[in-house]
């Protein structure tokens, strides 16, 4: 039985789905936010139905253009790299998130329609889906702010008030990427003292134009802790094409076209040129 509303994004008459979830650890987290950005101009123009994509990065930490402000950046940065994990900034809002080979994230790309599709839509779309993704369980997910947690915001997900998931959003090109990365085994606790260092080194409590959250690991779970179970990435996978199947008349497995992998190298392009101009050391 499902929950989801008639008007629901994720009733879809054909479903596009990409999977980038085992590339492995050479896969640059960095392409990922390109490929969305090229997804979204397909989208936008109508040369592609609506899309789901899945990707996972090994040991990468995904800073927010807020994080990279701190006054102590590279320390903060070099701690990180020195706890194994690459570093990126990623095109949109938000702060610091970890990524892992357990943590999955779907992005869902929409057309802009006609009326527009306000940016609560967007949201409700993805937690619509993690609903039904997780219904079996008999788990209740709130999209609430969840203080204390790493990259906080309205739409963080959580089960008994611990956080597993966020969401993002990027419109581009009258197409909208939301974006959410789930959890799904390991410490969520870990995850977050991690953040919670990296904060403590790039601010050394200084008083700062921006606010950054003060992290309380224990805010923080996966959903194998949460539901008492063991929930792997590929288990989600396969909820998510359940779930994407049972919504629409036609799910289509795919890959980037010829003309989106031109697109996309222009779009890694910039994503790089991004990052080498947020590391470069602060002036004297």
């Known amino acids: 039985m499902s929950f989801l509303s008639a008007d629901s994004l994720i009733n879809q008459k054909q479903w596009r789905f990409i999977d980038h979830s085992s590339l492995g650890p050479q896969f640059d987290a960095k392409q990922s936010f390109a ?37 102590y950046l590279e320390e903060a940065v070099n701690f990180l790299k020195n706890m194994g994990y690459d ?23 929409f057309p802009e329609s006609e009326k527009g599709i306000d940016i609560n839509r967007g949201y409700d779309a993805m937690l619509d889906l993690i609903k039904e993704m997780l219904k079996e369980h008999g788990a209740v997910v709130e999209a609430r702010e969840i203080v204390g947690s790493y990259c906080p915001g309205s739409y963080d997900l959580s089960i008994n008030g ?38 403590q080194i790039g601010l050394r409590n200084e008083k700062t134009k921006f606010d950054f959250p003060t992290i309380v690991p224990e805010t923080m779970s996966s959903l194998s802790d949460l539901l008492k179970i063991d929930l792997t990435v590929e288990n989600l996978l396969f909820q998510l094409l359940t779930t994407l199947k049972q919504h629409s008349q036609q799910l289509i497995p795919s890959s980037l076209s010829f003309d989106e992998q031109l697109l996309f190298q222009q779009n890694a392009i910039r994503m790089n040129d991004r990052n080498d101009k947020a590391f470069l050391k602060k002036e004297k």
């Open 35 to 71: 490929i969305d950005d090229t997804l979204c101009a397909s989208v936008g123009k109508g040369e592609s139905p609506a899309t789901a994509r899945t990707w996972v990065h090994h040991q990468t930490i995904v800073l927010g253009i807020q994080d990279t402000k701190l006054p």
């Open 87 to 109: 570093v990126i900034v990623r095109n949109s809002g938000g702060l610091a998130v970890v990524l892992d080979h357990d943590v999955l994230n779907i992005s869902l790309i």
């Open 162 to 199: 611990k956080k597993f998931a966020g969401i993002s959003q990027r419109r581009l090109r009258r197409g909208i990427a939301v974006q959410i990365y789930l959890c799904v085994a390991g410490s969520g606790e870990m995850r977050a003292e991690l953040i919670r260092q990296f904060y």
